[in-house]
């Protein structure tokens, strides 16, 4: 039975710690970053069993892996939406073309995070997030309904997270100064 109690509390001890570091590098983050959204940080992270236990480099890794798995699911939405007459195509060409470039970036920018080479890691996630902000405001020049503006947001967010969580990583918050659009 203590046994029991024992095995209980460090599954229950070793959770609550994952979850205060998430809150902890989520607020940090914030701090740093004012367009960042707190609850979308913490919730996203929540959310995936691999955040359990994980330290910060996890957590930017498992961030990391949801910008990849987004880029692909937009340019998937892409693809459906270029064959939908309502859509302003143009604006979608605009969309695709930055989305698919976005893909070599989120891989790059992976890849130099697992060198631990967090500079470059940086201007990847910078070049990353040039996708979303090229994509709305191709549509807003347009005079358009953007069909991706949530999907547009959350990658933002999720590039914003890595970038912050990259920068903790780092030791400094530099990167507040590699996103041009940012304000």
């Given at each position: 039975?203590?046994?029991?109690?024992?095995?209980?509390?460090?599954?229950?001890?070793?959770?609550?710690?994952?979850?205060?570091?998430?809150?902890?590098?989520?607020?940090?983050?914030?701090?740093?970053?004012?367009?960042?959204?707190?609850?979308?940080?913490?919730?996203?992270?929540?959310?995936?069993?691999?955040?359990?236990?994980?330290?910060?480099?996890?957590?930017?890794?498992?961030?990391?892996?949801?910008?990849?798995?987004?880029?692909?699911?937009?340019?998937?939405l892409i693809a459906k939406l270029s064959k939908d007459p309502k859509v302003d195509q143009?604006?979608?060409?605009?969309?695709?073309?930055?989305?698919?470039?976005?893909?070599?970036?989120?891989?790059?920018?992976?890849?130099?995070?697992?060198?631990?080479?967090?500079?470059?890691?940086?201007?990847?996630?910078?070049?990353?997030?040039?996708?979303?902000?090229?994509?709305?405001?191709?549509?807003?020049?347009?005079?358009?309904?953007?069909?991706?503006?949530?999907?547009?947001?959350?990658?933002?967010?999720?590039?914003?997270?890595?970038?912050?969580?990259?920068?903790?990583?780092?030791?400094?918050?530099?990167?507040?100064?590699?996103?041009?659009?940012?304000?």
């Amino acid at each position: 039975m203590r046994c029991l109690f024992v095995v209980t509390f460090l599954v229950l001890f070793h959770s609550t710690m994952g979850d205060d570091l998430i809150q902890q590098s989520c607020k940090k983050a914030k701090t740093t970053d004012k367009s960042l959204n707190y609850n979308f940080c913490v919730s996203t992270l929540e959310a995936s069993p691999k955040s359990r236990g994980a330290n910060l480099a996890g957590l930017t890794a498992i961030v990391l892996d949801l910008a990849g798995a987004k880029v692909t699911s937009i340019n998937s939405l892409i693809a459906k939406l270029s064959k939908d007459p309502k859509v302003d195509q143009p604006a979608l060409q605009d969309c695709d073309e930055v989305y698919s470039d976005a893909i070599d970036s989120v891989q790059e920018a992976k890849n130099a995070f697992k060198s631990q080479s967090y500079d470059s890691a940086l201007e990847y996630l910078s070049a990353l997030l040039n996708a979303p902000d090229t994509c709305e405001t191709g549509f807003q020049e347009r005079k358009a309904v953007s069909p991706l503006k949530k999907e547009d947001d959350d990658m933002t967010q999720l590039g914003e997270i890595s970038l912050a969580f990259i920068a903790q990583l780092r030791g400094g918050t530099e990167h507040l100064f590699l996103h041009p659009l940012r304000s």
